[in-house]
């Protein structure tokens, strides 16, 4: 008797054989506000990457509305036209130049905080995780101590004391925002270090070190992925917030936050002074988060449709 196969059959066996990969962008592709983020992504790490090809004007550089009895120049703050895309600030400095270039900072300090934000919160709570004890106990109890201070406040304060600049904002960022990832990563290590894999390592007499870097690390890379994509969010925020407040990037070198701060006082006769650039940490932040909200979704092994 010769057995037919059902069309439900037929329909999920393409889909039995696929590898983790292909079935995660399978299902990245589905997620259209994921693929915007991703796009918008994309899109403004190439502006960062040409900043000096696609910005039409030196950031730092005036352009005036004529001259004073003495000579000097009078900086103008223009609305948009053929010249000046977005305007000009109130320095006359062309806005859209100083967006353009505020992004390759931003995403500086989003990205370079995080990866050291990544690379201390996944030390610390996979060893942590993996070791127990009184070792795992005083790095939860360390972690839980810097979790209980405010983030803003803490980076405030550490920018406050050192002297700020792009490289000191990095670090700053990076030493307070770790903190959520260790909790993250040392529940998972917590579940994945009793699991049949890592007793035969243990068994067959590999080291921590080994362990933890060769067989535990690798399960843990959608999680880092995806906090990692997440993280760069909270940190351009956070890079913002610290450049209004005046101890973020410092001038000559544009900021978004730095923009708002600066263009504040002129909201009611110029309001594209405000409204540009908050508009580019917003859809900055949003592209980001959808980005990362489809990447968890994507790389979730129990996902189910």
């Known amino acids: 008797m010769t057995s037919q196969a059902s069309p439900l059959g037929e329909a999920m066996a393409p889909q039995a054989s696929e590898t983790f990969l292909a079935l995660a962008w399978r299902r990245f592709r589905r997620n259209r506000p994921a693929l915007f983020g991703a796009v918008f992504v994309l899109l403004l790490v190439t502006v960062a990457a040409l900043a000096p090809v696609l910005a039409p004007h030196d950031p730092a550089e005036q352009f005036s509305a004529g001259l004073t009895d ?40 989003g990205v370079l905080a995080n990866g050291l934000a990544l690379g201390i919160g996944v030390l610390l709570g996979a060893t942590a995780g993996y ?3 009184w070792i795992g106990n005083a790095i939860m109890r360390f972690t839980d101590m ?15 004391i050192l002297r700020p600049s792009l490289g000191i904002i990095i670090v700053v960022i990076g030493a307070v925002y770790w ?21 035969s390592a243990r068994a067959i007499g590999a080291s921590s070190g080994r362990i933890i870097f060769w067989h535990i690390l690798p399960h843990l890379m959608p999680t880092i992925i995806v906090w990692g994509t997440l993280g760069i969010a909270n940190n351009v925020m956070l890079e913002a917030a610290l450049s209004y407040l005046g101890i973020g990037v410092q001038p000559p070198t544009p900021s978004w936050g730095g923009m708002i701060q600066q263009g504040q006082n002129f909201y009611r006769a110029a309001p594209w002074l405000v409204i540009y650039p908050g508009a580019a940490i917003m859809l900055t932040v949003l592209a980001f988060n959808l980005l990362g909200d489809g990447l968890r979704d994507a790389l979730d092994p129990y996902q189910r449709r």
């Open 70 to 109: 003495q000579g000097l120049p009078v900086p103008s703050t223009l609305p948009a036209s053929r010249e000046f895309i977005l305007g000009t600030d109130q320095n006359g400095r062309d806005l859209l130049s100083r967006i353009v270039w505020g992004a390759r900072a931003s995403l500086t300090v």
């Open 131 to 133: 070791l127990g004890g």
């Open 146 to 160: 810097m979790m209980a201070f405010p983030t803003l406040l803490l980076a405030i304060a550490l920018a406050a």
């Open 179 to 199: 903190t959520w990832i260790a909790r993250v990563v040392y529940g998972e290590v917590m579940a994945i270090r009793e699991r049949q894999f890592v007793e």
